[in-house]
């Protein structure tokens, strides 16, 4: 009989360290997720444009050709700077209201 209330113990010991654990993690998933929301909300507000995730990614890649026109000009190569940066600007406009 002693032997069963052990385990019970231990087992409601184990559950309640777990839980805690959990608990913890969640409450700390839960934070960083807010803060991504308000991240990209902050953004998009200043921005103009919408928060929906084909915006952010479009925005990602118009940023990426503007660094790829930037590289490219740095190499000393104009026509190629040229394109990437009007690919990249008219990228931006599409999404940026």
Known sequence: MRVESFFEWLGQALGSVIRFIVDGLSGLFNMLSNAGSNFVDGLAQTLGMDTSII??????????????????????????????????????????H
Not at 80 to 89: D, M, P
Request: charged residues 0%.
């Open 55 to 96: 915006s952010i990614i479009a925005l990602i890649v118009g940023l990426m050709l503007l660094w790829s026109a930037i590289r490219a000009f740095m190499n000393a190569s104009i026509i190629a700077g040229i394109i990437w940066l009007l690919l990249g600007l008219w990228l931006l406009s599409w999404i940026i």
